[in-house]
């Protein structure tokens, strides 16, 4: 029987995404995040859907990447498999270049890991 050594090396303890981010983003375009107090509730939701109504900036986009990175960094559903939907390539190209390969280049963590 093989078993590969990524399934024997420890796992580290569970994480919720607020403790999860300090760790792996402790910061975001060269700034400290910190998540703001109102913005906590939804960070730590349970549920299977998030829907966010918003009217300007409110670390929105931020919050899914992050999410998204801790997702799949902790096999959360024990799968750690993320959807992010796009309306089209442009748009989806312009997100990644922006948003996942700046937080991967500025983290040594997801650096690592990716």
Same mark, same amino acid.
């Given at each position: 029987?093989?078993?590969? +050594?990524? @399934?024997?090396? $420890?796992?580290?303890?569970?994480?919720?995404?607020?403790?999860?981010?300090?760790?792996?983003? $402790?910061?975001?375009?060269?700034?400290?995040?910190?998540?703001?107090?109102?913005?906590?509730?939804?960070?730590?939701? @349970?549920? $299977?859907?998030?829907?966010? +109504?918003?009217?300007?900036?409110?670390?929105?986009?931020?919050?899914?990447?992050?999410? +998204?990175?801790?997702?799949? %960094?902790?096999?959360?559903?024990?799968?750690?498999? *993320?959807?992010?939907?796009?309306?089209?390539?442009? @748009?989806?190209?312009?997100? *990644?270049?922006?948003?996942? %390969?700046?937080?991967?280049?500025?983290?040594?963590?997801? +650096?690592?890991?990716?």
């Amino acid at each position: 029987m093989r078993v590969r +050594a990524r @399934q024997l090396a $420890p796992k580290e303890p569970e994480r919720d995404p607020l403790e999860w981010l300090e760790m792996a983003r $402790p910061t975001i375009h060269e700034q400290l995040f910190i998540v703001p107090y109102a913005l906590r509730e939804p960070w730590l939701s @349970q549920q $299977p859907e998030l829907v966010i +109504a918003k009217a300007s900036q409110v670390m929105a986009s931020e919050m899914m990447v992050s999410l +998204a990175f801790w997702v799949a %960094d902790t096999q959360q559903g024990k799968r750690g498999h *993320v959807l992010y939907i796009f309306p089209a390539s442009q @748009q989806l190209g312009d997100f *990644v270049r922006a948003r996942i %390969d700046t937080a991967i280049a500025a983290s040594p963590h997801l +650096a690592k890991r990716v």
